[in-house]
């Protein structure tokens, strides 16, 4: 079974198209959409409430308040693992009948920046073998659109930091969180570092998710992604200087080799 965890904050807006882009590019594909609404001021809750209502494969999970993209995302895996436990998914209708569909989670933004047509290409990866893909602005193919220079330089930097101080095979975009993951390498990191697997509240959570699960993966792949940036409704809730001053954070704990006693950089 497909899971597609999306983590939203203030995304009423941008929801509507994101739902209609998933369902026009997963139609052949058996998947449940889970939606975290991260404690949204505005109709985010309403607009998922309602859609859920519609459609049986969407799932709500609320926070009382805003707790962060990490915490967003650890209430999805909780979600999905549980919900996984729950159920017996068969392969029958997979559009890759000729061998087993292992259960798996894709992670995007619930802005509708990131375009779902990508989501066939991570699936098919999962399929043939991969542990972990990453949707890359880095390969042939990947664009980026619509992105400050500020960042541009953030990312591209982030990336090339993190690949000196621990490089992963197969791995280009370090930031990006539009992913697909085997629910067992999610399982097994939940199971070492426990429920609430992501520490941080900024944006580095996303390099910290993808370093304590790719130990885990035997093939770690990428696909192209053509981001655009552009399509965003609303301003951007990335603070640059907390996300940067997060990945000193993670370059710190890898270096002491310690995931839990050092306080993570908070929005």
């Known amino acids: 079974m497909l899971y597609i965890v999306l983590p ?9 198209a994101l739902f209609m882009d998933i369902e026009q590019n997963c139609a052949p594909i058996p998947h449940q959409i889970v939606v975290v609404n991260d404690g949204s001021t505005d109709l985010t809750r309403d607009v998922i409430h309602k859609y859920s209502l519609s459609h049986e494969n969407v ?7 805003n707790q962060g993209l990490g915490a967003a995302l650890n209430s999805g895996f909780q979600y ?5 436990r729950t159920q017996s998914p068969g392969s029958e ?3 890759y009948p000729e061998q087993e569909v292992p259960d798996m989670v894709i992670t995007m933004d619930a802005d509708n920046t990131q375009p779902a047509d990508c989501i066939p290409l991570l699936y ?7 542990d972990l893909v990453i949707a890359s602005r880095y390969v042939q193919g990947g664009e980026q659109h619509g992105l400050s220079l500020g960042r541009r330089i953030l990312s591209w930097g982030a990336g090339k930091v993190m690949h000196y101080f621990v490089p992963i095979a197969g791995v280009r975009d370090y930031s990006c969180g539009f992913r697909a993951y085997r629910l067992s390498i999610l399982a097994q990191g939940t199971r070492l570092y426990g429920s609430n697997i992501i520490k941080s509240r900024n944006f580095s959570g996303m390099v910290e998710l993808l370093l304590k699960v790719a130990p885990f993966a035997e093939r770690v792949t990428e696909v192209p992604l053509k981001l655009h940036y552009e399509l965003k409704k609303g301003a951007s809730k990335m603070r640059i200087g907390a996300t940067i001053w997060g990945y000193a954070r993670l370059i710190y704990q890898i270096k002491s ?3 839990s006693t050092v306080e993570w950089a908070e929005e």
């Open 8 to 16: 939203a904050y203030n995304e009423a807006a941008a929801l509507p």
């Open 80 to 84: 999905v693992l549980n919900y996984n």
């Open 59 to 65: 799932h709500e999970v609320n926070h009382a308040q």
């Open 93 to 95: 209708n997979c559009v």
């Open 124 to 130: 098919a990866e999962i399929c043939s073998g991969a």
């Open 257 to 259: 080799k310690n995931w």
